[in-house]
């Protein structure tokens, strides 16, 4: 049996840290051996903003998943999501003349475009986390996929950059540096979402997820690379919210009554039955109506549903989503959501589980684990290497690997 290949993943989300550890074998199989769930302590929307704390959720995420695989994630690499309103998506367009016409195009050519692309003027405090091709152009030919070896004398691409800000990318290095996590991939977490739910073809046709997390994450596919992403600061933990004042109750109380019980659409409860809770004001348990739970979390469930749908809407990508509409996410789980959002969206939808992969069921049928479980697939499928963000370089590296190149 050959040598197993172990990869951790940390999913930074709104409402928890969660470490998926796996491995791998020479076939491509991959199994879930262990994962672990903290608070996300000093996080807020996915941006540190206490490093100490910050340092602790990891800890503690890792340390569960660590036991439970009964390894250490070690020296192998760690792909972490990344999110927050700070993240941002512009066209790149970059040109070039081909090097050799009469030899084709070559990697190095590719490369040289997507610099090209990326040599946009940006503020100090943005960064480019990927350029992504979305589609090659040669010699005026559009729609080229993989332009290698083909032959041509110009080069061109479309390329969506997505952009992140500075501080917000190096906070959480510097979290993973503190845990001595030295290979480290930073992956936008709408893209490794897409991983875990959403298969190639999916993508071609045209797509929308919409991750209904801590808050809300709308991406759209199509022609297999994404064209749109958008975070919203509401999500599940709204409805949550909802439910504990609606019945005056503590927040943990609200969430656990809303996972047990609670359903999108208040028509779907054929029989009533009373819940029992705890009162806020710590006066012992009392009993709510089923029916009233339900009419507490509809209205928001809908509101959250229709701004998704807006979102779609106004990207105009709408008309290609012959794919219709993945929902994933914690908020997935509430029975009958996605009959909700095809009355609201007017197009097919299902809920996208990370069912691709071996391990606990909790893990790999669970929408909450589409992340992690996405950032395992993106290791496995070699996804961060296209994922391109090349480093520009200056005059002097340029023309020394021009010298090279001439003497090889």
């Known amino acids: 049996m050959g040598k197993l290949k172990r990869i951790a993943a940390i999913d930074i989300g709104t409402t928890k840290v969660t470490c998926v550890i796996a491995e791998v074998d020479q076939t491509g199989k991959t199994e879930v051996k262990g994962y672990g769930v903290s608070p996300p302590d000093g996080f807020r929307m996915g941006v540190v903003i206490s490093l100490d704390k910050a340092t602790e959720s990891f800890a503690r995420a890792i340390e569960q998943a660590e036991k439970m695989a009964n390894c250490r994630i070690g020296a192998g690499p760690v ?85 992140g800000a500075v501080t917000a990318i190096e906070n959480i290095y510097r979290v993973m540096e503190r845990l001595d996590i030295k290979h480290r991939v930073l992956v936008l977490q709408s893209l490794a979402t897409s991983y875990g739910v959403c298969d190639e073809e999916d993508k071609e046709l045209g797509v929308a997820i919409v991750d209904i997390g801590g808050v809300l994450e709308v991406s759209i596919y199509r022609e297999g690379e994404i064209r749109f992403t958008k975070m919203l600061p509401v999500g599940a933990a709204n409805i949550t919210k909802d439910v504990a004042i609606g019945l005056r109750t503590t927040y943990q109380q609200a969430e656990s009554i809303k996972r047990e019980f609670g359903v999108a659409m208040a028509g779907m409860i054929e029989r009533d039955e009373p819940l029992t809770i705890e009162d806020a004001s710590g006066r012992g348990p009392k009993q709510v109506s089923r029916r009233l739970l339900a009419s507490i979390i509809e209205p928001r469930v809908e509101e959250l549903l229709n701004l998704a749908d807006a979102e779609i809407r106004k990207s105009q990508l709408a008309d290609g989503l012959s794919a219709g509409v993945i929902l994933t996410g914690g908020g997935a789980l509430l029975p009958g959501i996605d009959m909700l959002a095809e009355q609201i969206c007017g197009m097919p939808v299902k809920i996208g589980r990370p069912e691709r992969v071996g391990g ?39 023309l020394w690997e021009d010298l090279k190149s001439w003497f090889s």
């Open 79 to 163: 792909y972490t999501s990344i999110t927050g309103d700070h993240i941002k998506h512009m066209p790149g367009l970059g040109a070039v003349p081909v090097s050799r016409p009469n030899k084709g195009i070559m990697p190095r050519d590719i490369e040289d475009v997507i610099r090209q692309a990326q040599t946009i003027r940006l503020p100090n405090d943005e960064q480019i986390l990927h350029v992504i091709p979305t589609q090659f152009i040669v010699d005026g030919q559009r729609g080229v996929r993989n332009p290698l070896g083909l032959f041509g004398v110009r080069l061109e691409v479309e390329a969506l950059l997505i952009i």
């Open 360 to 398: 606990p069921r909790e893990v790999v049928t669970n929408p909450a684990f589409a992340t992690s479980v996405g950032l395992i697939r993106c290791a496995v499928e070699g996804k961060s290497s296209q994922l391109h963000r090349l480093p520009v370089p200056g005059l002097g590296q340029r």
